[in-house]
């Protein structure tokens, strides 16, 4: 397509028609393909094998790790050849086990992202089609109707009642009301009546449009493609401020020690290798890794119990959450909406009701909707002689549905909705014997019908109707109604609906019930549910009482009843002053409040925009998965804050105490490639923390980023380690007067074994021995524990610098790491009780 001078929304379709070489009946299918692959080579991607080389390059651009790869180039051109090599080789090994790592986890984000595509309904060839929203192409014909997204700016051929909300480029928050037509090409945005666009999308009605710009030509793929949309989480602002302030740390320490062994007259070379060296063993290079595995983790756990996540740092988000807000239907109750009976306005069956009902279900084009799927499972019903003239789709506002019919000579409006919306539209009431009554003598009478129906937990909906002329079909038509009986409605409570709500409790999650029902329902649903004396506010009630009086009451109000959707919006924004909330919801109305929460918790089967306005979709509508995931949210929170405590405590332990040998022996007490290895060998099982088992106490709160916390943890066990390397530098320098070899190999030893040990001490807040790892974790620590052990023995240990030492010396080594794990526990277990004196 190239287009004109003139902007699409100042021609009329036809124009468009031939500039995009299109017609009604849509593009053929070998066309839109064609056009498809044309505009996929425009857009910007990187090939798969360019992809899986930047992740693996990634792995080496720390600042850290750079210095130290140029200064192994520096040092193999000086013909330190064998040393250069092993150091290259321990980087190239702890790079290669990171990218295998990430690799994995971005098949799980991309898994994850297919499984949510999109569709939009098509016309190819004269034949609807429902194709992945990613292949609409311009010349396509569209078909929308409520809760669609708009996946291109588009220009309307034929519209019915037709409302979009485009505040995501307007601000607007009121749903603009669009119809065909030309529209001045210097109009603003907001006055394009003619227009759809894309990232916005369908409140109410129906409508058929030509697409003209798609991807990075429509008006929102500009805006997307300068603006990012990713907000930080807390526990990715505080990983953010933790990483700043050990990177500071670790320049600090490695340009002084560099400084410092300078001064003592060693080699540049010598002097460069060893503080990189110390710096990379300090930085926190696997912080992202941990982090990324262990939401993938959670990820993979989590879609195979049918909870999918849009983007991994919603698994932490879920772990914050202490609220859970949700409608009623399909999370309190099964969802299954069964038709319990039709009845007139004296309460008896009525199969004349059934038949409106029917027509009224069957006629409708909106968004398909489990109440109408519900009414079309009545049986012999005869509507083959009944002719649809006119529809008014059914909206937030009117609350109803409107369908014109004509059967045989008769033309008909039948409406189905809200009793408090269809009452003021109704002047009379039908009678069994087909005769009418005035409204205002039978509405007390049906008033107190509704009440009792309510009051029992059944949903109503109004039935009405009106005879109509050619006269009154050019007039308004939803006016002077029959009111005809109720559609009573059934949706039953959830068996373990109970059980779930107390796992939620033990979780410190509060559950609130924000619902649409009447005050009676809502009333109802809570007595079901195990709530003695329900507290139930309703819309009118807050809109009754000034907001920071609502505001106050909000924390003890279990149910939202007879809630509009701005009503749910604000409701959400005022519990986030109190709570991280998450809210449940699958409807059009639910859009503002998922938007507007922590995190938004949809369904697959929703409405697109709802869908697309989630953090986390469910493939079956259930609280037990909202409960499975703030848990797996949880355990990655856990599983990344132990990485955090247990790495920065002893490495920083560790390196401290290098850099004080480093300014007191003659000698280093550790070489470059001890220390990278040392790093390594600990970094083999840090990898499989994001999949280990957490203790309860850490799945029974939220889990919230402590900065106080993490520096004390880091200052405690830092200062433990190096006070038990000072007690090992003492032994091996005044007790077994170690040379040089023999001192490095000891203390490389020493080291290895306490970073190895510290892990599973620190992993749990139960004593390390009642607390078995993880597979994985177990079974690297035990390996890395054997391997390090037996390096001095085995023959090429001497290609590191660790040499033969006498088994007493080993013994002696075993008893300082065993006596390192007493006092660790013992200072863990001091630790712990503070905390629970704190929150007691």
């Known amino acids: 397509m190239s287009p004109s001078n003139a902007p699409f929304w100042s021609d009329a379709p036809d124009v468009w028609f031939s500039k995009t070489g299109s017609n009604p009946e849509g593009l053929s299918r070998g066309e839109a393909q064609r056009r ?47 040393d250069a090599s092993i150091v290259f080789a321990i980087i190239l090994s702890a790079g290669l086990v990171g990218f295998y790592q990430e690799k994995r986890a971005l098949r799980v984000v991309r898994t994850l992202n297919q499984l949510l595509s999109p569709t939009t309904t098509v016309m190819r060839e004269g034949k609807s089609q429902v194709i992945p929203s990613a292949e609409v192409v311009s010349g396509d014909v569209i078909e929308f109707n409520a809760g669609d997204m708009i996946p291109a700016d588009c220009l309307l051929i034929e519209a019915k009642e037709l409302h979009v909300n485009e505040a995501s480029l307007t601000g607007e928050s009121s749903p603009a009301r669009k119809f065909p037509g030309i529209v001045d090409a210097s109009s603003a945005l907001i006055q394009r009546t003619n227009c759809l666009w894309k990232g916005t999308h369908i409140v109410s009605g129906t409508a058929k449009a030509l697409a003209i710009f798609e991807g990075g030509q429509s008006i929102f793929g500009k805006i997307m493609e300068s603006v990012s949309q990713h907000i930080p989480s807390s526990f990715e602002i505080g990983l953010k401020q933790f990483g700043f302030l050990l990177m500071r740390i670790t320049l600090v320490l490695t340009v002084l020690v560099w400084a410092v062994i300078l001064m003592d007259d060693r080699p540049l070379m010598t002097a460069s290798l060893f503080a990189l060296a110390l710096g990379v063993g300090m930085a926190p290079e696997l912080l992202p890794a941990i982090t990324t595995i262990a939401m993938s983790n ?118 189905k909705g809200a009793w408090k919306t269809i009452a003021p539209l109704c002047i009379g009431s039908l009678q069994q014997d087909g005769s009418t009554k005035p409204m205002m003598s039978e509405i007390s009478k049906i008033q107190s019908l509704f009440d009792t129906y309510s009051e029992s937990g059944l949903r109503v909906l109004a039935l009405a109707f009106r ?209 990278l290895m040392t790093n390594f060998l600990s970094d083999i099982p840090y990898i499989f923390i994001a999949s280990d088992e957490v203790d309860t106490e850490d799945i029974s709160r939220p889990g919230l980023w402590d900065m106080k916390k993490v520096k004390r943890n880091m200052m405690v066990f830092g200062l433990h380690s190096t006070v038990f390397d000072i007690v090992t530098f003492c032994i091996l320098k005044f007790m077994w007067f170690a040379n040089e070899t023999t001192f490095q190999t000891a203390w490389f030893v020493e080291s290895v074994l306490s970073e190895l040990m510290i892990l599973w001490v620190l992993r749990t807040r139960q004593p390390f021995y009642r607390s078995r790892p993880a597979n994985g974790l177990m079974l690297t620590t035990l390996c890395c524990l054997a391997l390090t052990i037996a390096l001095p023995f085995l023959p090429w240990g001497s290609t590191i610098g660790v040499f033969n030492i006498p088994l007493s010396l080993l013994a002696t080594m075993l008893g300082i790491v065993i006596l390192y794990v007493i006092s660790a526990e013992w200072l863990k277990r001091i630790l712990g009780n503070s905390e629970q004196r704190k929150r007691s």
């Open 467 to 675: 005879q109509l002329d050619d006269e009154s079909q050019k007039k308004v038509l939803e006016e002077n109604f029959t009111f005809a009986g109720f559609i009573l409605l059934e949706d039953a409570l959830r068996e373990n609906v109970d059980e779930t709500i107390k796992s939620l409790t033990k979780l410190g999650v509060a559950l609130k019930v924000i619902t649409g029902d009447n005050r009676k329902i809502a009333e109802a649903t809570g007595l079901k549910m195990g709530l003695s004396q329900p507290l139930i506010m309703t819309g009118q009630e807050m809109m009754a009482e000034p907001p920071e009086v609502v505001a106050k009451k909000m924390s003890q109000i279990q149910i939202f009843a007879e809630v509009e959707p701005q009503q749910k919006e604000w409701i959400i924004q005022q519990l986030r002053n109190s709570y991280k909330v998450a809210y449940l919801g699958d409807g059009i109305n639910d859009v503002p409040a998922l938007h507007a929460a922590d995190i938004g918790i949809s369904v697959n089967n929703a409405a697109d925009v709802a869908r697309d306005a989630a953090d986390v979709v469910l493939t079956e509508k259930n609280l037990d998965a909202v409960v499975l995931g703030i848990r797996e949210g949880r355990k990655t929170f856990a599983n990344t804050l132990k990485y955090i405590n247990i790495s920065t405590g002893s490495t920083m332990g560790n390196m401290i105490s290098v850099a004080i040998a480093s300014v007191i022996l003659p000698f280093l007490p550790m070489l470059p490639k001890q220390i």
């Open 298 to 415: 959670g990820a993979r756990k989590l879609l195979a119990r049918h909870v999918i996540v849009k983007t991994l740092p919603s698994i932490q988000n879920l772990g914050e959450v202490n609220l859970l807000c949700t409608d009623k239907t399909g999370t309190i109750t099964t969802g299954d909406i069964q038709v319990k009976e039709i009845v007139d306005s004296d309460g008896l069956p009525s199969r004349t009701c059934e038949r409106f009902a029917f027509i009224n279900a069957k006629l409708q084009t909106g968004y398909t909707n489990p109440i109408d799927e519900s009414i079309l499972r009545l049986e012999n019903i005869d509507i083959s002689q009944v002719q649809k003239l006119d529809e008014i789709p059914y909206d937030f506002h009117r609350k109803r549905l409107t369908v014109v019919i004509r059967e045989r000579e008769q033309q008909l409006a039948i409406t």
């Open 36 to 82: 498809h692959r044309a505009s996929q080579k425009h857009k910007k991607s990187k090939p798969a094998i360019l992809e899986t080389l930047s992740l693996l390059v990634n792995q080496f651009t720390h600042p850290l790790m750079v210095m130290l790869i140029v200064a192994v180039i520096i040092s193999a051109f000086l013909r330190e050849i064998t």
